[in-house]
């Protein structure tokens, strides 16, 4: 070999031995094992550990700070003790504390977080390292919980029944936890290994301290778990958990001859069976969403459809199995099911009812994991008489298999949604659409993880309905120089997409590059969301981790990326450059066209900073603010958010932000003349200066653990004003100017606009026993679009939005749970 230069064989053995030299497991920690012990006298969950069945139980000692530092001795010690009898887990842990008075004890609703010191038990009774449930309780004795997947995420919707009592002394404070079998999946065997953690926050000292040790410079949760032996002898996993509610609406809304009212009474029911050791069946008959809060306002402007978080319950609990991990996010959207109809107007229905859904779910010794969803929604019917969204049935098939405790894993989905279209919907809306997805992963050595997929996806419908799917904002088959051809005589359409992704999980420094290819044939948004086809991009971006605090910071971490997208035919469609920095001081302080010809867009710059305050103050401050120039600076916003958290006492707590941009865009789509794909058509763009405002404010009393008060308002205003009305002239040409020529068409297309909305509810909820509640939510709408069009006031555009007559719904719902 010359000197200088290096053969491909020995370019492959520097990059093996690189990956395997950063992949050397860390060291250190203590112990990683424990052993609880069987008691034929359980102990009293009262928040002392005092029973016979602690003192004769040998504790855990070797706990270890986290965070701000990373496996370095605690300011204060922390012991724990486990047994369990035929029925129950139980777990105390003693928090030891020289200032007992200064131990932080807020109270909240169930599952809020606040800055109070914690103590959290961690179970993957599984022993997968890659699934589990958590359970925390604070000082004063309110309680979260959450189940995990994919290692590391934690869906809050998981409302597991459960114990736990709390109690501060002269020594620290005490929680005890029992915790029933039934609420775990484990394995159908004698002898059983749970994954185990146990972690302690410190509020005071924002510390955060766990058992056994847990790094933050490895990405990673249930895999960091310690081990659990000596149980054994206990009952098989199998479970019955029955949920019925009734529900009673009433509703005061605007229609055409002036303020009406509707009242209803409707109930339903929620089952979870445990059909055998390893397979749990969920169903849900006509549920009711009512608690939920309502999604926030926001006026979209662009072409594609703007992706909002699931909210409900059933639909999120377990949702993780069906979550492709890394590169194929957005292939299953749960929102789809119940979505609001889609050829909805005016007054219409704004969500289609859920006659009824089911889940089944599989988890099995060698890795294996299946799923099932079936869900059907009813026909909606509009203000006209006519089908606004039709009955229809989701589906979707899952199974993943595991190797070497998730080191490895290869999965499939299907997905299939079915319309029963009438005349009115068969020429607009697709009647079937399918997806297949393969999906895998395999780690190299402990540091680096290699991702891919692959996914074909295929509708039918009319020749109409597939005709709209051709022109949609998703394809654009229309334009002038696209790769596809718009063939108006298709009844269906299908294409591929591919993807591999390396990513680096640990160490101080981490790395992720992506690699995808979408066709432009590919439609997945009947049960996905996914805007990006006729794409190839090209990804890569670097983090930086700081987790051993310095004199002046507590933590910081930073990150670089570069993204690139070309058309499928090879035409360059973006190129993006983002830096982003964050640090935390020592005082806990943060700081951080539509269907015409591809038109060049010139640089786009911008900057964001935010200032976030020491959450451990009774006061909370935050601060935001963001800027941008494009389009040769033509195009411009600017922006900012400032907010702030105030706990006037241990149960009631507040919190408002305030959000305002104004921003300048030199080339909002306007419209398009002309026979499509002719070269007599124009498109045509403008000038939009736009403004707009939201104002949130939430506000939760806590009068115990289990009854509170919760309070969300948030009014919205957007307002903008069209001028400069061109057309493309040269869409390519390298200077801004020459991009455009002036264009007069129909006045009545450039109209200004003001729209204001208000959103609020009131959510009353009280646990009055072990998963069953009773919740009272009064909710309020209001809008106003047709006054002071372009024009931006806000203290007369909020008062104008608060003298329209609102919409109101007060919702009772009361649920039972029992486990017969």
């Not at 055409?256 to 397979?279: C, F, H, Q, W, Y």
């Not at 498109?683 to 919760?710: C, D, H, K, W």
Request: with cysteine; net charge neutral.
């Amino acid at each position: 070999m010359r000197a200088g230069h290096l053969s491909w064989r020995s370019l492959i053995a520097l990059l093996v031995s690189v990956v395997a030299a950063s992949g050397l497991r860390a060291q250190g920690g203590g112990p990683t094992s424990a052993r609880a012990v069987r008691v034929s006298r359980p102990p009293v969950i009262d928040g002392r550990d005092t029973d016979d069945a602690w003192l004769l139980t040998p504790p855990l000692r070797d706990f270890r700070q986290f965070d701000p530092g990373e496996d370095i001795d605690p300011a204060f010690r922390t012991e724990a003790r486990v047994v369990y009898d035929d029925r129950y887990l139980y777990v105390v842990v003693r928090a030891f504390d020289p200032h007992p008075d200064s131990i932080v004890r807020l109270l909240s609703r169930r599952d809020v977080k606040t800055s109070s010191d914690q103590l959290k038990i961690v179970i993957d009774a599984f022993h997968d390292r890659r699934t589990g449930v958590e359970m925390s309780i604070n000082p004063a004795g309110v309680k979260r919980d959450y189940s995990i997947y994919g290692d590391v995420t934690e869906d809050p919707t998981w409302d597991g029944v459960w114990d736990a009592v709390a109690s501060v002394d002269s020594l620290g404070w005490v929680a005890e936890f029992r915790v029933p079998f039934s609420q775990l999946r484990y394995k159908d065997q004698d002898v059983h290994e749970f994954g185990f953690g146990i972690w302690r926050d410190i509020a005071r000292l924002n510390e955060r301290d766990s058992w056994p040790v847990y790094r933050r410079s490895i990405i990673g949760f249930m895999s960091q778990l310690g081990t659990l032996s000596g149980i054994s002898g206990i009952a098989k996993p199998r479970r019955l958990e029955v949920l019925p509610y009734a529900v009673a609406k009433s509703d005061s809304y605007s229609a055409t001859g002036g303020p009406a009212m509707r009242s209803r009474l409707s109930g339903g029911i929620d089952v979870k069976a445990g059909l055998t050791p390893n397979i749990t069946m969920d169903a849900t008959i006509n549920p009711d969403f009512g608690q939920v809060e309502a999604d926030p306002a926001m006026l979209n402007l662009s072409a594609f459809e703007i992706r909002l978080d699931e909210r409900r319950p059933f639909f999120q609990e377990g949702a993780g199995l069906y979550r492709c991990s890394g590169p194929c996010e957005g292939l299953f959207y749960a929102r789809r099911i119940g979505r609001t109809p889609q050829l909805r107007s005016g007054n219409d229905p704004a969500f289609t009812p859920i006659l009824g859904a089911a889940k089944l779910t599989g988890q099995f010794a060698n890795g294996l994991s299946i799923g099932l969803v079936d869900a059907i929604t009813e026909r909606v019917v509009g203000g006209a008489g006519t089908t606004i969204e039709p009955q229809t049935n989701y589906f979707v098939a899952r199974a993943v298999q595991e190797w070497n405790g998730g080191r490895a894993q290869l999965g499939t989905q299907i997905t299939n949604v079915r319309r029963s279209l009438d005349a009115i919907t068969a020429p607009v809306l697709r009647s079937d659409a399918t997806t297949v997805v393969l999906q895998g992963y395999i780690n190299i050595g402990d540091a680096w993880r290699l991702l891919a997929y692959t996914a074909n996806g295929q509708v039918s419908g009319s020749a109409s309905s597939i005709a709209l799917t051709q022109t949609s904002s998703v394809h654009y088959f229309q334009r002038p120089d696209g790769d596809t051809r718009y063939d108006p005589t298709l009844t269906s359409l299908s294409g591929m997409a591919y993807s591999a992704q390396l990513t680096k999980l640990k160490g101080w420094w981490r790395s992720n590059t992506n690699l995808r290819r979408a066709d432009g044939g590919l439609e997945l948004n009947d049960f996905g969301f996914v805007n990006t086809v006729n794409d190839e991009q090209i990804t890569q971006r670097l983090d930086f981790l700081q987790v051993t605090p310095t004199r002046w910071l507590r933590a910081a971490s930073s990150y670089v990326s570069m993204d690139a997208h070309w058309t499928t035919g090879g035409l360059p469609t973006a190129r993006v450059a983002q830096a982003h920095g964050s640090v935390t001081f020592r005082n806990s302080w943060q700081a951080a066209a539509r269907g015409g010809p591809a038109l060049t867009q010139s640089p786009e710059t911008g900057i964001r900073f935010d200032l976030i305050g020491d959450p451990r103050p009774d006061w909370v401050p935050r601060a935001a603010i963001r800027l941008g120039r494009s389009d040769e600076g033509r195009s411009w916003y600017r922006g900012g958010d400032l907010s702030t958290d105030v706990r006037v006492s241990s149960r009631y707590s507040a919190g408002i932000t305030t959000s305002f941009d104004h921003v300048v865009n030199d080339q909002q789509w306007a419209a398009n003349f002309g026979a499509m794909g002719s070269d007599t058509t124009h498109y045509t763009f403008a000038r939009l200066e736009q403004n707009i405002m939201t104002i949130t404010g939430r506000a939760n009393l806590t009068v115990t653990p289990t009854l509170s008060f919760q309070l969300y308002a948030q009014p919205f205003v957007s307002t903008g004003h069209f001028s400069d009305w061109r057309e493309l002239a040269h869409p390519r040409a390298p200077l801004y100017a020459d991009r455009f020529r002036p264009f007069s068409g129909p006045s009545a297309i450039l109209k200004d606009f003001n729209v204001k909305q208000f959103n609020s509810n009131i959510v009353i909820r009280w646990e009055y026993r072990p998963a069953s509640a009773l919740f009272v939510v009064w909710q309020q709408g209001r809008a106003q679009s047709n006054m002071n069009l372009g024009d931006f006031n806000a203290p007369r555009d909020v008062r104008d939005l608060f003298s329209t007559h609102p919409d109101n719904t007060l919702v009772v719902k009361l649920s039972w749970w029992f486990n017969p």
